[in-house]
C-alpha cells in the first residue's frame, strides 16, 4: 500500500484547467473534442457513477474511503497499462477496515483473500492512491492479497487462481501485456519503501496462471471499457 506521494507529473495532454468560466490548455482554447470529454470537469457537473457497480463481476463490493483515492475518467485521462501486486501484512479484514479509514491515505482497487474471496473497493476508472508513486497510481491498478511477506504458506492455490483471474480479466480489458514488464510487485514501484509481496510470491506460478487465463474465451458480460 502507499499514498500518493512521490514524483509530480505536469499537465498531461487530457488535462484541464479550470478558471475563470473557461477551459484552456496551455496557451491555446481547449479543442471541441476534448471539451466533450471534458464537460463532466466543470464544477456544477459531475460524471454519472452507480453506486456498488463493479468492473470485475466475480467480485463483491465494498468502498474504500473516497479520501483513499481520486476520481477520474481512466483509461481516458490516464491510460491504464500496469497491474501493482501488494500484500498487507494483516488478514482480509484488516485490508478492507484500513481502506475504509479516511486517515490511513491509501487503498486498492482489489484484495484478495487466502480463501478466493475478491473485494473491490475502488472503481478502475478512478485513481487509487496504493503506489507510493503519482505515476505508477494513475497508469495502474492495485491489487492487495491477505497475509504476510514471510509466510508462504498464506499465498494459497484459491488466493493465486482467484488473483490470475482478476489480474487477466484486467489483462483482456485494457490491453496488457501478461508479464513482469506491466504486472508488478510495489517493492518496484520508484520511491517506494515497501518489500510486498516479498520473496514466496511464486512469479513464475502467477504468470502462469494468468496466461492460462488469457487463453479463456472472455466472459459473456466482459466489455472493453467498463462505465
Same mark, same amino acid.
Given at each position: ?39 463532466? /470537469? ?28 481520486? /476520481? ?107 508479464? /513482469? ?23 513464475? /506460478? ?22
Amino acid at each position: 500500500m502507499g499514498s500518493e506521494n512521490g514524483k509530480k507529473r505536469g499537465v498531461g495532454r487530457r488535462a484541464v484547467l479550470i478558471g475563470g468560466g473557461a477551459a484552456v490548455v496551455g496557451t491555446g482554447v481547449l479543442a471541441r473534442e476534448e471539451l466533450a470529454r471534458a464537460w463532466w /470537469r466543470l464544477p456544477w457537473k459531475e460524471k454519472p457513477r452507480v453506486d456498488g457497480e463493479l468492473d470485475y463481476r466475480a467480485a463483491a463490493w465494498t468502498a474504500a474511503h473516497q479520501a483513499n483515492s481520486r /476520481r477520474a475518467d481512466r483509461p481516458d485521462d490516464y491510460r491504464i497499462d500496469r497491474v501493482v501486486i501488494h500484500v498487507v501484512q494483516g488478514s482480509y479484514a484488516t485490508a478492507l477496515k484500513v481502506f475504509k479509514n479516511p486517515l490511513h491515505e491509501a487503498a486498492t482497487h482489489y484484495v484478495v483473500g487466502k480463501d478466493g474471496r475478491v473485494a473491490q473497493m475502488v472503481r478502475e476508472l478512478d485513481v487509487a492512491y496504493h503506489a507510493g508513486n503519482r505515476d505508477m497510481n494513475e497508469r495502474s491498478i492495485g491489487i492487495e492479497h491477505e497475509g504476510f511477506v514471510d509466510r508462504p504458506q498464506d499465498f494459497t492455490k484459491a488466493m493465486y487462481e482467484a488473483s490470475a483471474r482478476l489480474t487477466a480479466d484486467i489483462c483482456r480489458r485494457y490491453g496488457i501485456p501478461a508479464d /513482469r514488464e506491466h504486472i508488478i510487485e510495489h517493492a518496484e514501484v520508484e520511491g517506494t519503501d515497501h518489500t510486498d509481496p516479498g520473496p514466496h510470491w511464486d512469479w513464475d /506460478r502467477y504468470l502462469g496462471l494468468v496466461r492460462r487465463e488469457l487463453t479463456k474465451a472472455a466472459p459473456p458480460s466482459a466489455e472493453a471499457r467498463p462505465s
